[in-house]
Nanobody, 112 residues
Framework: QVQLVESGGGLVQPGGSLRLVCAASRSISSINTMKWYRQAPGNGREWVATLRGTATTNYADSVKGRFTISRDNAKNTLYLQMNSLKPEDTAVYYC??????WGQGTLVTVSS
């Protein structure tokens, strides 16, 4: 088991950027698969991005080219860099670590 704590959410204007941070309670070096999900108001939880190892990434079509998932094993941290944000990116963003570890979420609001 690993505890995950997300931070970095907030209010940003359309076209702006945010970097989400997921801090783990222990080393994540042995955790191959980590992901970001999001849940918009009134919607179900949606997969956003996957990182396997340190370099194999996959993205939902809705964020491809705008979001970047990365990790720093030395800091036990997973990141999500979000650029060119759109109002439809508004959601609570959750960090996930295989096999079934979730953070509590951080709210991202994109609005002018």
């Amino acid at each position: 088991q690993v505890q995950l704590v997300e931070s970095g959410g907030g209010l940003v204007q359309p076209g702006g950027s945010l970097r989400l941070v997921c801090a783990a309670s222990r080393s994540i070096s042995s955790i191959n698969t980590m992901k970001w999900y999001r849940q918009a108001p009134g919607n179900g939880r949606e997969w956003v991005a996957t990182l396997r190892g340190t370099a194999t990434t996959n993205y939902a079509d809705s964020v491809k080219g705008r979001f970047t998932i990365s990790r720093d094993n030395a800091k036990n941290t997973l990141y999500l860099q979000m650029n060119s944000l759109k109002p439809e990116d508004t959601a609570v963003y959750y960090c996930y670590a295989f096999p079934d570890n979730w953070g509590q979420g951080t709210l991202v609001t994109v609005s002018s």
